[in-house]
């Protein structure tokens, strides 16, 4: 058949496949067809395609396959190429002569070379598996071109030539190429040398329409023969059947892969047998690491993952075909994780037993994860693998419900040289047979040399469990820096005494969390264990405080404020998060401002609210440490925001605040304007101190003379206005004019005192002038930057020369001429040159102002100490030489010099001992001489209000606590005093009394007083018991002015004699009974309110402490009370039953009389009240025991009582008629207490002439109620 000619036939193939498509070489050859028929075709190769055209015009394609779909290439006969594509054959032959190859040769080399161009690094026998050419010298070429490519000579592009790849699976797919993907990968990946492809980086290929992840396939398919990426990454990804697929296959052809990470990709068991399957089929990869955690596995996907567990063995993954010429080296798989994958105890003992069996996996295995499985069946495979020596460094078991205590029998004998991670949380521990501890437990943590971090949290530990791991980690000294997780273990009280005793001598912590265990008001003795510890610089806290009363809480943050406030403290980081602390917060913010230790704070979910937000504001004003702060869920207004940003504007050590989402979302529903100005301010704050910054030193020493001063000024100034009050007192007496020295010696104190008060800034002036005369470190800094210029400079003209030479050696014909070369050098030297501005700014500017702050520090610790040491010893001497000049012994006993005075001072012990002791008694005596004269002459006791000076200065951290806000106090409720502080006293308790003229007009009759009959010998052999002590009850009226509200009644050593009370008692004892009785009728009525309508149980935590409180107080009032009445109640029974039959009749116009008899006693005194106290006569003193003394006395105070008793029976008819109330009271017996003659006025002690005298200021139809309201009273 004829051929048309070639230029038409080429002009028809171009139009036929289109202008896009370029085609690399021609040719003409012959088809057998049917019999010994042969056609013409036209093979045309592309750049990855294989076109078969008809050799007609106008042309058409007969027929195209890619070069991937190519099996074999096969050439026996010189003019023959045989072609294997999808196991058919094709046989081609030339036109021309039959010895000649060349247009063979050229076909074959033609095919390779457009392979190479797309897979550089993968030798062709890769993808072609088939290649036989006979001879051998025909694909010499064709072999130099393989070792051209493989030896790195040539040029890959980027990512391993990703780009072409692509295009080249997008042509085998049938599918768009996209260019946004390519431009990802090579200019994203490479700028950032990423050799992990992650499928997510290209899920917005999904809105381009296209159905069930199709753009990924060509993606996922350019890893097949790509060596730049050696970690495949489709995690948390939803893939559609042909793109897990398309993985498969990548797995069973790449030479590369040594990461593949396909977690919660919906996989299921099939998945997990084709996997096996496609990695045992490929021996050449270098796998280290597969994850297929949060797949539904079960144990029979897992079966098969057994058998190649069980065959893995490290290769040298490619090192004779890869770019790199040295190859990698071999490497086994170190990474497994299985996690949440359903398995149960029986697919774990296979995939165990497959661990032991294969001899490379104890070396190799560096990661086991098994987290999420049920292992609650026994894993004695896993137990049997874990006991061997293995290289496993991180063994995650958590929330497998296994036996913690099994598990560490096995480690104990395997896993005590590598394992470095172990995570055992969520699990039990041990079993319900044995409660026993295994003394494995305790012996792991002695004897492991490289663990690192323990995760115990959510385990329910025992008691002997934490102590084990505590005890065992304390005896350990190989290992150091370890991270240790307790938390959510509700470790309780029992715990929490465990942690106080041990943790401070585990000195191997770095990081602690005790997180959520309900330590609640034992966390304070905690913390002020844990800050003992000097290792742990990572501290978690949080969630131990939402069930505790508050004024708990006051003591748990003073523990936490002290531990920060320590000067060796090396806490770094503290989390006390979501515990709901509101105010109790606030201590711990004003202990923030002068912290030099915390540089990592989280103190959110604690309702701080903008009280809060402005403590933390003043805080960040003055702190220079803490770099990060977590401040959420704090219920913090715009206010609050404001007041941080503005705080933020001075501080340039804060670098990371996460955003407030939670807060923030509140306050851009009120003003979102607003709301966004403020974050953007404080955004902008932190962006700038990410950038290293020199600040001034001056600030840091202004601080630490306000902390100095602030607590030294008053007392340093009363101590010398003390001493120089006793100088210029022996100076004016002139009594001892040997003690000269001793007066010099205590101006000269003076004088130092003064001096001292500034000393600081005089230290602060020191470095000021040392600067302005020309800092050393500044100037150092200088030169070095300036040498360092040089250096570069020479080092980056030297890099020029070399880098022409080896242009030079490369292109020889180029470069050959001088004047280009001389070119190109002085363009190399225009861009090699670096600004002297640029490496100043670099050395003085950014590592010089670290270097410059961390001295300024350096330099503000030095003048804080030396000026705190000096005052100390003024404050010390002052009080010295002022306590030995008033006695008189300074001046006989001091030296004559100041030098040998200040050595004596501090001379020995004995000495410093017994002036101690003087002390003491001389400050015992000022306090009993001020107890016992409350004369107007002293007043001190009416000094209360005024804030007392400590004799004590306090120590230097706590002077930068800041003290309270009254605006947060304001604020908060009211909280409860704390049960250690001392009792609170009234201002004007002590006070003169005005003195009384006038009695009393409130009659004296009590309701609470009427009792049931008792038996006269009921409680008084316990009221009166021998050997005790009879109780004092005071007699004074409960409505007089010196009666007391409170009153405890045991005490009787403290009770003294007053001028206006008289009898044998004192005026105390004379209120106690009328206070006790009152008290008594008010808790009783008190109690059926009570009873009546009971409180709702459902309150606030501070309401609920109020309320116990006041139960508490009533309950003990009541109690006391009670007790007091029965037994006054039971001693009256008695005088009532030794009367005589006739007063039984009379009880009621009795009451009455009491009242006047009362009256007039008190008219009596207010007459009388300068006389003499004495006792009463014929009332003997009440003693111990009981005999018929007290009987007779009681029956002669009732007979007393009777003589004032009207004797007109007509009368009483008479009242009876016109008040009918009062004869339904006749029934009514009212028994009285035997104690009315002692229910005295104040006028009571005046001398009784006669009986018949009566007060000038009392007449008796004042005094006696003759209408019988007695009754009432009583009744009432």
């Given at each position: ?9 080429n002009?028809?193939?171009r ?9 690399t070489?021609?040719?003409l ?17 592309a ?19 890619h070069?991937?779909?190519i ?33 063979v040769d ?12 797309i ?6 026998v890769?993808?072609?598996r ?13 072999e ?10 040539r ?11 692509y ?12 260019e ?53 990454r ?19 052809k790449?030479?590369?892969l ?15 047998n ?14 280290q690491?597969?994850?297929l955690?949060?797949n539904?596995?079960?144990d ?6 057994c ?5 893995l ?14 190859g990698?080296?071999?490497k ?15 697919g ?5 037993h ?50 913690i ?50 995760t ?8 002997d469990?934490?102590?084990n ?11 150091s ?6 938390s959510?273990?509700?470790?309780s009280?029992?715990?929490?005494q ?11 912590l ?38 505790i ?7 748990v ?9 320590e000067?060796?403290c ?15 917060l606030?201590?711990l ?22 009280s809060?937000?402005?403590?933390l ?6 702190n ?18 404001s ?12 670098k990371?605040?996460?955003?407030p989402?939670?807060?923030?979302m ?12 403020i ?10 101190n990410?950038?290293p ?13 306000g902390?100095?001063?602030s ?12 001493t ?31 001096s ?38 020479n080092?980056l003209?030297?890099?020029v020369?070399s880098?022409v ?13 001088e ?11 225009a861009k090699?040159q ?12 950014q ?14 610790a030095?003048?804080?100490?030396v ?7 003024v ?9 030995n ?8 006993k ?7 005075m200040?050595s004596?001072?501090?001379g ?18 000022d ?25 004590k ?10 003290p ?23 201002l004007?308790k ?26 006269i010998?009921?409680?008084v ?32 050593s ?15 004892e ?5 206070s ?12 059926d ?9 459902t309150k606030?935590?501070?309401t609920?402490?109020e309320d ?29 039953l ?27 005194e ?17 003693g ?18 009777t ?20 004869s ?16 005295k ?9 006669s ?23 009583g009744?009432?």
């Amino acid at each position: 058949m004829d051929c048309q000619p070639l230029t038409v036939l080429n002009d028809s193939i171009r139009q036929c496949l289109g202008r896009k498509v370029k085609l690399t070489l021609k040719v003409l050859v012959k088809v057998e067809t049917r019999g010994d028929k042969t056609d013409n075709r036209v093979l045309a190769f592309a750049s990855c395609r294989l076109f078969v055209l008809t050799a007609k015009v106008p042309t058409r394609v007969d027929q195209h396959f890619h070069y991937l779909d190519i099996q074999g290439i096969e050439s026996r006969k010189p003019n023959q190429l045989c072609l294997t594509v999808c196991d058919r054959v094709y046989t081609y032959y030339t036109t021309h002569e039959e010895n000649s190859s060349h247009e063979v040769d050229t076909m074959v080399l033609s095919l390779g070379t457009a392979l190479k161009n797309i897979f550089p690094a993968v030798p062709l026998v890769h993808i072609i598996r088939k290649v036989d050419i006979q001879p051998l010298k025909r694909i010499q070429q064709l072999e130099e071109l393989e070792r051209a490519t493989l030896g790195g000579t040539r040029d890959m592009g980027p990512c391993g030539g990703f780009s072409t790849q692509y295009m080249c699976m997008c042509d085998y797919h049938a599918l768009p190429y996209r260019e946004e993907v390519a431009w990802d990968v090579d200019t994203i990946y490479l700028s950032h040398d990423t050799r992990e492809l992650y499928l997510h980086d290209f899920d917005y290929l999904e809105q381009k329409g296209m159905d069930n992840n199709r753009d990924l396939i060509p993606i996922i398919s350019a890893l097949e023969y790509n060596t730049w990426f050696r970690k495949l990454r489709a995690s948390h990804s939803k893939l559609s059947h042909e793109a897990i697929e398309r993985i498969l296959h990548v797995v069973s052809k790449s030479l590369s892969l040594e990461e593949v990470y396909l977690d919660n990709i919906g996989a299921k068991a099939e998945f997990a047998n084709k996997l096996s399957l496609a990695l045992l089929s490929n021996s050449n990869i270098p796998l280290q690491k597969l994850d297929l955690s949060h797949n539904p596995l079960e144990d029979k996907g897992l079966n098969t993952l057994c058998g190649l567990v069980a065959k893995l063995s490290p290769v040298a993954g490619g090192a004779i075909h890869i770019s790199n010429p040295i190859g990698r080296q071999a490497k086994g798989l170190s990474h497994l994780n299985l996690s949440h994958c359903g398995l149960t105890g029986k697919g774990v003992n296979m995939l165990a037993h497959s661990l032991s069996v294969n001899k490379y996996m104890c070396q190799t295995l560096t990661f086991l994860s098994l987290a999420g499985n049920s292992l609650r069946d026994d894993v004695n495979n896993l137990y049997n693998f874990l006991a061997q020596p293995n290289a496993l460094k991180t063994l995650d078991l958590s929330a497998t419900e296994c036996a913690i205590d099994a598990v560490f029998g096995a480690l104990l004998r395997g896993c005590t040289s590598s394992l470095a991670n172990l995570i055992l949380s969520r699990n039990s521990f041990g079993s319900k047979k044995t409660r026993e501890m295994l003394p494995s437990f305790k012996q792991y943590f002695t004897s492991t040399l490289a663990l690192k971090t323990l995760t115990l949290s959510q385990c329910k530990l025992p008691a002997d469990a934490l102590k084990n791991v505590l005890l065992g980690l304390a005896c350990n000294e190989n290992i150091s820096e370890v991270d240790l997780d307790l938390s959510s273990n509700q470790l309780s009280a029992t715990g929490a005494q465990i942690l106080e005793s041990c943790i401070h001598g585990v000195r191997c912590l770095a990081a602690l969390d005790i997180s959520d265990n309900g330590l609640e008001t034992q966390l304070g003795p905690v913390v002020a264990a844990i800050s003992k510890n000097k290792s742990i610089k990572k501290l978690n806290i949080g969630r131990n405080l939402n069930n505790i009363k508050s004024k708990h809480v006051y003591h748990v943050m003073e523990s936490v404020v002290q531990m920060i406030q320590e000067e060796d403290c090396v806490l770094e980081s503290l989390s006390i998060n979501d515990s709901r602390l509101k105010t109790d917060l606030h201590n711990l913010l004003n202990a923030l401002g002068s912290n030099h230790c915390l540089q990592s704070l989280d103190i959110s979910g604690n309702y701080m609210s903008d009280s809060g937000a402005r403590l933390l504001a003043k805080a960040l004003q003055i702190n220079s440490k803490l770099q990060y702060i977590s401040y959420d869920r704090n219920n913090v207004t715009l206010q609050g925001y404001s007041d941080i940003a503005y705080a933020l504007q001075s501080n340039y050590s804060v670098k990371f605040m996460p955003f407030p989402v939670h807060d923030a979302m509140l306050c851009m529903k009120t003003a979102p304007e607003r709301t966004e100005n403020i974050m953007r301010r404080i955004q902008d704050t932190l962006y700038r101190n990410v950038s290293p910054m020199k600040y001034s030193n001056g600030q840091a020493f202004r601080l630490q003379q306000g902390f100095l001063l602030s607590s030294t000024q008053q007392q340093v100034d009363r101590l010398v206005l003390q001493t120089g009050e006793v100088v210029r007192t022996i100076r004016r007496s002139g009594s001892d004019l040997g003690g000269s020295n001793s007066i010099q010696w205590a101006e000269g104190l003076i004088t130092d005192a003064d001096s001292s008060k500034q000393l600081i800034t005089h230290l602060h002036d020191v470095v000021l002038r040392r600067d302005e005369a020309g800092n050393p470190i500044e100037t150092k800094l200088h030169q070095l930057s300036a040498d360092l210029h040089a250096v570069i400079t020479n080092y980056l003209q030297d890099t020029v020369e070399s880098m022409v030479r080896s242009a030079q050696d490369k292109c020889p014909n180029v470069l050959s001429e001088e004047k280009v070369v001389n070119d190109v050098r002085a363009a190399c030297l225009a861009k090699s040159q670096l600004s002297s501005e640029l490496v100043e700014s670099a050395i003085v500017e950014q590592a010089g102002s670290v270097i410059l702050n961390k001295v300024n520090e350096v330099n503000l610790a030095i003048a804080s100490t030396v000026s705190d040491r000096v005052i100390d010893e003024v404050v010390e001497s002052l009080s010295k030489t002022c306590k030995n000049l008033q006695s008189g012994e300074g001046p006989r006993k001091r030296a004559s010099t100041g030098t040998e005075m200040g050595s004596r001072e501090r001379g020995s012990s004995e000495s410093s001992s017994r002036s101690e002791r003087s002390d003491t008694v001389s400050q015992g005596d000022d306090t009993t001489s001020q107890k016992s004269d409350p004369s107007p002459l002293k007043l001190e006791y009416l000094n209360l209000a005024t804030p007392q000076l400590a004799s004590k200065r306090k120590s230097l951290h706590g002077r930068k606590l800041r003290p309270q806000s009254v605006v947060a106090e304001s604020l908060d409720s009211v909280s409860e005093l704390p049960s250690s502080c001392g009792q609170l006293q009234h201002l004007g308790k002590a006070r003169p009394r005005r003195v009384k003229t006038r009695a009393p007009t409130r009659p004296m009759g009590r309701a609470d007083l009427v009792e049931e009959d008792h038996d006269i010998s009921e409680g008084v052999d316990t009221f009166f018991r021998p050997g005790s002590s009879t109780p004092t009850t005071p007699l004074i009226s409960p409505d007089s002015e010196n009666s007391p509200r409170l009153l405890k009644y045991g005490s009787t050593s403290s009770v003294e004699s007053s001028p206006h009370t008289g009898g044998g008692r004192t005026g105390s004892e004379r209120g106690s009974i009328e206070s006790l009785t009152r008290s008594d009728s008010l808790a009783r009525s008190e109690s059926d309110v009570t009873r009546d309508s009971p409180r709702p149980r459902t309150k606030s935590r501070d309401t609920e402490e109020e309320d116990e409180e006041e139960e508490e107080e009533q309950s003990m009032e009541e109690k006391s009370s009670r007790s007091v009445s029965s037994l006054i109640g039971k001693l009256a029974s008695e005088g009532v039953l030794k009367r005589s039959p006739d007063m039984s009749a009379r009880k009621a116009s009795t009451s009455s009389n009491i009242s006047s008899m009362d009256d007039k006693s008190r008219s009596e005194e207010d007459c009388k009240e300068d006389s003499p106290p004495r006792k009463m006569a014929g009332l003997p003193k009440i003693g111990v025991g009981i005999g018929g003394n007290i009987l007779a006395e009681m029956k002669m105070m009732q007979e007393k009582r009777t003589s004032f008793l009207p004797k007109d029976d007509d009368r009483d008819k008479e009242e009876k008629k016109d008040n009918p109330s009062s004869s339904l009271l006749a029934s009514v017996r009212l028994r009285s207490t035997g104690l009315a003659d002692s229910l005295k006025s104040p006028t009571n002690g005046f001398p009784r002439g006669s009986s018949g005298n009566k007060s000038p200021n009392c007449n008796r139809d004042s005094c006696i109620d003759t209408t019988g309201t007695g009754g009432d009273l009583g009744g009432r």
